[in-house]
């Protein structure tokens, strides 16, 4: 049954970076079964399709709600590239869900996600966590991995030969009510609708280093970053290797991961983040105010044991000389167990 919104009831620009995914049809169909307000949301998808595997979408083409924008994966440049896309279908909504193509949902995630955001204590809040994961059994039902939890997001790799780009891992299921975490999730993150203007994707930027640009940048425009209180929205479980923009090749993806990792390094090690334009750091706090509250020491190379550990901000994590002490490179966090 259908609940119909009250006329007060606000409206989710909900964005999503779809690539030749057969679960895109699904992805939606839950979103909008599962939706307190279906009639509220507002889809903006950059669907770049394969010819040669056609999917069936047309139930939601002329559906209202739904904006496109077609490519095909010969034109793509990458998930980055396709997000900047989606975030030009934004019209004005109050709220807005980055998602992947294959998700799944609990029942009035909408409401609740708006309930959540509303609770907190930040004008400009994200929630954003490494959604937990679901699979599908052989006969079609759905099964959330539920043991774990509204799960932090770890830290488990922080070197050169990345192009210091962090490798974000599952942490810890969260105990905490309003717990703050360190980094925004490239497969959920709700936030305010404006945050697709003030924070536009990168289209330069590659798979690697991507969430920690936007991170970073979403962090010195003066967003505040939270886990929600429980896990709405989850993630597939690939039974086997999903069709990513890889496939293009190493030669392709060995160039646009050298441009990504390179407007990276640009925006954390060089005194030029703003040659960036609209992609540099925010107005509102400093790269050191982000160093202090998340444990990096970007010059250093080092982190706080607490990022290698998902241990959540609590409101910051650089409180004094001794924390600076204790940060670690990634080869001494490794010497000392806090990494595999």
């Not at 109050?94 to 708006?114: G, K, V």
């Not at 990792?261 to 107005?283: C, D, E, I, V």
């Not at 105010?289 to 550990?309: L, N």
Request: some cysteine; hydrophobic content about 40%; proline content about 8%.
């Amino acid at each position: 049954m259908t609940t119909v919104a009250p006329m007060t009831a606000p409206t989710i620009f909900v964005t999503i970076a779809a690539y030749t995914d057969p679960d895109l049809p699904r992805t939606l169909r839950r979103a909008l079964d599962t939706a307190r307000w279906p009639d509220r949301l507002r889809f903006g998808i950059c669907f770049q399709a394969d010819p040669k595997a056609p999917i069936d979408v047309a139930a939601f083409r002329q559906a209202p709600g739904f904006r496109w924008i077609d490519t095909t994966i010969d034109q793509s440049q990458g998930g980055p590239w396709a997000r900047h896309i989606c975030q030009s279908l934004w019209r004005g909504e109050p709220y807005t869900l980055q998602i992947d193509s294959h998700m799944d949902f609990e029942p009035e995630w909408d409401a609740r996600l708006i309930e959540m955001l509303e609770a907190l204590p930040s004008e400009k809040a994200i929630l954003t966590m490494n959604a937990p994961l679901f699979h599908e059994t052989p006969d079609g039902r759905i099964v959330h991995h539920k043991n774990m939890g509204v799960p932090a997001t770890r830290v488990s790799g922080w070197g050169e030969a990345a192009g210091w780009a962090p490798w974000f891992d599952f942490g810890p299921p969260n105990q905490q009510q309003a717990a703050r975490t360190r980094f925004v999730n490239g497969n959920f993150g709700f936030s305010r609708g404006i945050w697709n203007v003030e924070v536009p994707q990168d289209p330069g930027h590659y798979y690697w280093g991507e969430e920690f640009s936007i991170t970073v940048r979403s962090f010195t425009w003066g967003y505040d970053l939270y886990l929600p209180d429980a896990a709405l929205v989850w993630h597939k479980m690939h039974d086997g290797p999903p069709r990513r923009h890889w496939e293009h090749g190493e030669g392709t993806v060995a160039r646009r991961n050298r441009e990504g990792l390179a407007r990276l390094h640009q925006l954390l090690f060089t005194a030029q983040p703003q040659a960036l334009g609209p992609f540099g750091l925010g107005r509102v706090r400093s790269l050191r105010d982000y160093e202090i509250y998340a444990g990096f020491d970007f010059q250093g190379r080092r982190a706080h044991p607490d990022v290698f550990t998902g241990t959540a901000p609590d409101p910051v994590t650089i409180h004094s000389t001794s924390d600076w002490d204790a940060c670690l490179t990634e080869e001494q966090a490794r010497a000392q167990g806090f990494l595999g």
